[in-house]
């Protein structure tokens, strides 16, 4: 096994491929002694270092304006990545981002308790796997039979509650939380789309309406 890696390689692998990102990842490199103008190599004890070195002053985003604005938030220096999957923010999925962007909406506008109505059993375990680490969720079996009472004990609870009419969701159960008390109508999201991440974008546009309105 070699004790040594190709520079550039190494750089294209963590990110740093684009033809105008290269270089000013090198020349933190050799600004931190970790390399010198002209040398290939770079031996593998010294990795560790220089991620640490790019990682400290760079932060990597990929196309999308969300991640673009958080690398750019960051307080280090913005630079695109290649490929996408290195993106600081999404990790080049857009479930994750638009987990992460909800996770910021709702730290910024105080919702802590989200009820969601519908999905499937594994778009259920996702959820409760990103989200669930810090909001409160509660994942409703649209298929389910519930009775108002709980329904209602739901939106009384929930700061927004979703209802993802684009998924497995019988009408009858649907119908217990678009047509709740008055009181609770403002937290009330349908979402008609499909997918993860248009369930998400929905739930920021209400949340950044509902606040903006205030
Ligand atoms: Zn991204």
């Known amino acids: 096994m070699s004790s040594d890696v190709g520079i550039d390689q190494w750089l294209r692998e963590r990110g740093y491929g684009l033809a105008e990102v290269k270089p000013r990842a090198r020349a933190a490199l050799e ?5 010198r103008p002209g040398k290939q190599r770079m031996s593998l004890e010294k990795l560790p270092r ?5 990682r400290a002053r ?9 991640c673009q604005q958080y690398a750019e938030h960051s307080g280090r220096i913005p630079l695109r990545c290649d490929p996408r999957s290195t993106c600081e923010r999404c ?3 857009a479930n994750q981002a638009a987990e992460n962007a909800l996770l ?14 519908g999905g499937s059993p594994a778009v259920r375990e996702e959820l409760e796997a990103t989200l669930g680490r810090v909001l409160e969720l509660r994942l409703v079996d649209g298929t389910e039979r519930r009775t108002s009472e709980r329904a209602n004990r739901d939106l009384e609870w929930a700061d927004l509650v979703l209802v993802w009419g684009a998924s497995e969701l019988h009408h009858k159960v ?36 509902v606040s903006g309105g205030k």
């Open 31 to 35: 600004e931190a002694g970790l390399t």
């Open 50 to 54: 220089a991620e640490e070195v790019l």
């Open 58 to 66: 760079f932060a990597l985003h990929c196309e999308s304006p969300e």
């Open 91 to 93: 990790g080049g999925s």
């Open 104 to 117: 910021e909406a709702c730290r910024k506008h105080g919702v802590k308790k989200i009820c969601i109505v």
């Open 174 to 209: 649907s119908w217990l939380y678009t047509q709740g008390p008055p009181q609770h109508r403002r937290k009330v999201v349908l979402v008609a789309k499909r997918g993860i991440a248009a369930l998400l974008s929905e739930a920021i546009a209400h949340i950044d309406r």
